[in-house]
């Protein structure tokens, strides 16, 4: 008797304890989407919409068929999320300024939470958004091997995200861009 009368306090002080708070996200991670993405347009109509959020946060394996599959089953259009990140690519590595800006949105979001507001103060900083760091991730990615989930397709350790935008209410067109760098 006396263990157990011992063990209520305990009980009562876990019985009554707030659970811990969410995790804060990751300071470094993009902002999340405004509208609707080509996704969330889709989940309200499939009957798969629950299991979304926990595929979303698996990786993506190692076959590109893989990827496609999986941006399209979490965003949406996996050919158009090729398209750019193989256009986006060449343009970086090619060290091709005009193209790299037609393959990203504005406000883009840079590292140390600033944002760019246009095409002109992108130029202007060039040098410190598309760093070696930046240009080495981008480089090395192979799309089959991206990471993906309901923000978007991510390049390298988070260097770069992708992510679409409708283009309408009901998100029958989209567009996909280069949304942060960092």
């Known amino acids: 008797m006396r263990k157990i009368?011992?063990?209520?306090p305990a009980l009562l002080l876990a019985a009554c304890s707030q659970p811990p708070a969410p995790a804060e996200p990751a300071a470094d991670a993009p902002p999340p989407m405004t509208g609707a993405t080509p996704a969330e347009a889709a989940a309200s109509t499939t009957p798969d919409a629950a299991a979304a959020p926990q595929a979303a946060a698996e990786q993506v394996g190692p076959e590109a068929d893989d990827a496609r599959a999986r941006i399209d089953s979490v965003l949406?259009?996996?050919?158009?999320?090729?398209?750019?990140?193989n256009a986006f690519r060449t343009a970086v590595v090619g060290g091709d300024r005009a193209a790299v800006v037609e393959e990203v949105r504005f406000p883009l979001n840079v590292a140390g939470g600033r944002k760019i507001t246009g095409p002109g103060e992108f130029q202007r900083?060039?040098?410190t958004i598309i760093t070696p760091a930046v240009v080495k991730a981008v480089s090395e990615q192979d799309f089959g091997k991206v990471f993906v989930n309901q923000q978007g397709v991510m390049i390298g350790d988070g260097q770069v995200w992708l992510n679409g935008t409708c283009l309408d209410a009901a998100c029958t067109r989209s567009e996909v861009k280069v949304i942060t760098i960092q």
């Open 5 to 8: 009368a011992f063990l209520i």
């Open 76 to 85: 949406g259009d996996a050919a158009q999320y090729e398209k750019v990140f």
């Open 125 to 127: 900083n060039y040098e």
